[in-house]
């Protein structure tokens, strides 16, 4: 059987994240939904990882085996005429047989956007930034400086977790200006991620730009590696899982 890899992105509104659930509808669920209807057969996707509900994704990575009747098949454009409009199928490739989308994956880049505006929020906008206004960026970006490298993020993993190690290598965080003035973008990358560790570190150092915490808390945070000394989770909607490197 092939195995293929897809890279997708979408717009996770209207989603409750990548992963299969009861309680309501994932990509995940809608792309092995057409998958299964073009292979009249049950066909299971593997994703690079979990994102949640709301987060968007520009470089979602995927595999699935395929029957080999289907091995020329254009999954692209079959998918891409099926799937809804916020989910959109980017590239396809076949890969050898041992290639898998979480476990091949050396580094992820997550990117976390903020509209600084204080006056408006541009609806076009809305459901992908979070609104935060009166920031100090210059003190988040010396407090980034504290958060990059090898660390144990314990104090920044959200319960419900899995992992045996909580460690991982956070590169040097970049602020980057966004498509309009006012809006900032933030990029993580690192070796893995732990559960909803980038919306905690974003949640961090809105805190430290608003005056709460000084930059220098994250030293504290860190070594203490408890999550109940962390600041509060930011919104989902302003995350977006950029690329996967393999």
């Not at 899995?162 to 956070?170: K, P």
């Not at 730009?209 to 590696?225: D, F, H, T, V, Y």
Request: aromatic share 10%.
């Amino acid at each position: 059987m092939p195995r293929i890899k897809l890279i997708l992105a979408y717009v996770g509104t209207n989603y409750h994240g990548w992963q299969i659930q009861k309680n309501g509808l994932t990509i995940q669920e809608v792309l092995e939904t057409q998958l299964s209807r073009i292979c009249n057969q049950p066909i299971r996707v593997h994703g690079s990882g979990r994102t949640d509900a709301g987060v968007h994704a520009l470089g979602q990575v995927a595999h699935f085996d395929a029957p080999d009747s289907r091995l020329d098949f254009d999954w692209q454009l079959a998918l891409n005429a099926m799937l809804p409009k916020d989910i959109a199928i980017v590239d396809t490739s076949p890969v050898p047989p041992d290639f898998h989308a979480r476990f091949s994956a050396v580094h992820k880049h997550y990117s976390y956007t903020l509209w600084t505006e204080p006056r408006f929020t541009l609806p076009q906008r809305a459901p992908l930034v979070w609104a935060v206004h009166n920031l100090d960026l210059e003190a988040m970006d010396q407090a980034a400086t504290y958060l990059a490298g090898t660390h144990d993020f314990a104090a920044f993993q959200n319960s419900g977790a899995d992992t045996s190690s909580t460690v991982r290598t956070l590169e040097p965080m970049i602020r980057t200006p966004g498509q309009y003035p006012g809006e900032w973008v933030y990029h993580f990358q690192a070796n893995g991620f732990l559960k909803q560790m980038v919306r905690n570190l974003m949640g961090f150092l809105v805190q430290v730009g608003r005056g709460a915490l000084l930059p220098q808390k994250a030293q504290e945070i860190l070594s203490g590696k408890d999550r109940c000394q962390a600041p509060g989770t930011a919104p989902p909607q302003g995350l977006c899982l950029e690329q996967v490197f393999y």
